[in-house]
């Protein structure tokens, strides 16, 4: 026994010190993963050839089973944070799943010992998450009903200080459930999931005589602020589905081996790495590679004019949560001529343009990255969000932010977008394949133009940039043709600009666009014609 909890608590002490490591550079922290896969997999052998012997001469408890599966699980989690390798995440599913299921807490109610409770109320926390990342929505229920039976117990039979805390993890997963802006029915009425990784064919493919680069997207850092947005664990709504937008779907998932203490697996697909950091080696990146910015947060804006117009000149996103928000805005404080120091400024990101970088801001101070300086004369592109939403949008926005919305899923953005919250399942494959028909003549427009910025070309040869360019572009379309969305303030931009008469105000798009309105029956709210709105 006395092995067993060494190993346990060697066990306990090594994830937590991969929890804790920094989740950039694989030189930072896979070598201690290592390490702690190889102890796992000795102390779950162990425990598995001397199961008899120690339970009934040392009376081992099933929760302790439980706790070293739950650590296992936790473990392959953060190890999934780190790589982006969705099969990491089927892992922790699984011991996560076998806990449920072998009932190896079950006993620990009618312990007189709140702190493992504690321990049985965290599992459901974090098995919880696992399934929300896996679309497992049913599952999710179940387990927040569990969850909340568990926490009702608990608070009853404790008179404890964390009452508050754990209520609060129920409101935050039931808000992050109910964010999910579409309900697709199928003919027996039943909701039916989707997944919104990338899946085989879900890409326009590049064809013959396209003349496109051959970078690769590498890395990703995903930062997520926004003010009041729901969020459940460390993913606001907008990292979640960013997050899930820079993943693929595995492949015959079904039939992929579990190897405990595998970090290299022969899977038949890469994935890019998504950190949730905002700064990263870039030494690191192989030649040829991208690294992907993320920012969904609260605007910081300037406090006055200033006699410069540099990077730090016209503010940015805010870093730090614990700071006046007003409406959504960052409220400065300080006199005009100090700088917000909880602020991202683009001045902050001119480090990372030595190397091809491809940036996403969505905020209502995105156009601050408009004045982006490429230093080094590397491919480079910003793609930024409206700064003002129409006012029946705006109380939409706790719930996620409509233009992440359209990079994940552009149908669910085009549906929210026309107010409609359910549909029929066969209603929605004749619009994607409609939309797919978009994507390939928006593809065609981006290869073929003669005045599109090269950097758009350059990253067009990745799969995950592909598409993300192209329903950017239609997204552009989209609100353009809107009938609330009026202001030059209300449309997304881009840097270098895209073409705006041969692409986002392209006459085929907006026929597209309005074909689209036509078989959902809203047409109503689209302009026939682009006007001038500048």
């Not at 937590?16 to 920094?22: E, F, G, T």
């Not at 969020?231 to 907008?238: A, P, Q, R, V």
């Not at 998932?253 to 790495?273: F, H, I, M, N």
């Not at 929605?428 to 003549?441: G, M, P, S, Y």
Request: aromatic fraction near 12%; include cysteine.
């Amino acid at each position: 026994m006395i092995k067993l909890n060494l190993a346990v608590f060697l066990l306990f002490v090594l994830s937590h010190s991969c929890r804790d490591l920094p989740q950039y550079g694989h030189k930072q922290w896979q070598s201690y993963f290592g390490r702690t896969f190889d102890v796992y997999t000795k102390l779950w052998k162990f425990q598995q050839q001397h199961r008899q012997v120690l339970d009934n001469r040392y009376g081992l408890k099933r929760w302790q089973i439980g706790e070293v599966a739950s650590k296992i699980g936790q473990l392959y989690y953060h190890y999934y944070l780190r790589t982006s390798e969705t099969s990491y995440l089927n892992e922790a599913f699984s011991f996560y799943s076998a806990i449920r299921q072998r009932s190896y807490y079950h006993q620990v109610n009618k312990e007189d010992r709140p702190e493992l409770v504690v321990k049985k109320l965290r599992y459901y926390a974090r098995f919880i998450v696992v399934c929300l990342l896996l679309n497992k929505m049913d599952l999710v229920k179940v387990l927040v009903k569990e969850l909340s039976e568990e926490i009702e117990d608990y608070t009853q039979r404790f008179n404890t200080e964390d009452q508050l805390e754990w209520n609060l993890v129920l409101q935050e997963v039931a808000a992050f459930v109910e964010a999910d802006p579409l309900m697709l029915l199928n003919d027996d009425n039943a909701v039916v999931v989707i997944s919104n990784r990338l899946q085989e064919g879900g890409v326009p493919p590049l064809e013959q005589g396209m003349v496109v680069g051959q970078l690769t997207l590498a890395d990703a850092l995903i930062v997520g602020n926004c003010n009041n947005q729901v969020k459940f664990s460390e993913l606001t709504i907008d990292m979640f589905r960013m997050l899930q937008a820079l993943e693929r779907e595995p492949v015959n998932l079904a039939t992929q081996s579990s190897k405990p203490g595998t970090l290299v697996r022969e899977d038949s697909y890469t994935l890019p790495v998504t950190l949730y950091v905002d700064t990263s080696p870039l030494s690191e990146l192989p030649a040829n590679s991208v690294l992907l910015v993320y920012l969904s947060a609260t605007g910081v804006f300037p406090t006055g004019r200033s006699e410069s117009e540099g990077p730090y000149d016209f503010g940015g996103v805010l870093t730090n949560t614990n700071r006046d928000v007003v409406n959504g805005e960052m409220v400065q404080k300080r006199s005009q001529a100090q700088k917000e120091m909880h602020c991202l400024h683009p001045g902050d990101l001119f480090s990372f343009t030595r190397k091809p970088l491809f940036i996403i801001v969505d905020s209502s101070n995105s156009t601050a990255y408009k004045n982006f300086s490429n230093l080094f004369g590397q491919p480079l592109v910003c793609l930024l969000s409206p700064t003002v939403y129409p006012k029946s949008m705006q109380d939409q926005c706790q719930r996620g932010s409509l233009f992440t919305l359209f990079l994940y899923n552009p149908l669910m953005g085009f549906l929210s977008v026309c107010g409609l919250s359910s549909m029929r399942y066969g209603l929605w494959e004749k619009a994607q394949e409609l939309l797919r028909k978009v994507f390939h003549d928006i593809g065609q427009m981006i290869t073929s133009s003669r005045v599109i910025d090269q950097a758009y070309l350059q990253f067009y040869g990745d799969e995950f940039l592909r598409l993300l360019m192209i329903r950017f572009v239609f997204c552009c379309t989209t609100l353009r043709l809107h009938k609330l969305f009026r202001e030059a303030r209300s449309f997304p931009e881009s840097y270098p600009p895209l073409p705006k008469q041969e692409m986002v105000e392209s006459s085929l798009l907006q026929k597209h666009v309005l074909e689209l309105a036509a078989m959902l029956d809203v047409q109503n709210l689209f302009s026939d014609g682009m006007l001038d709105n500048y």
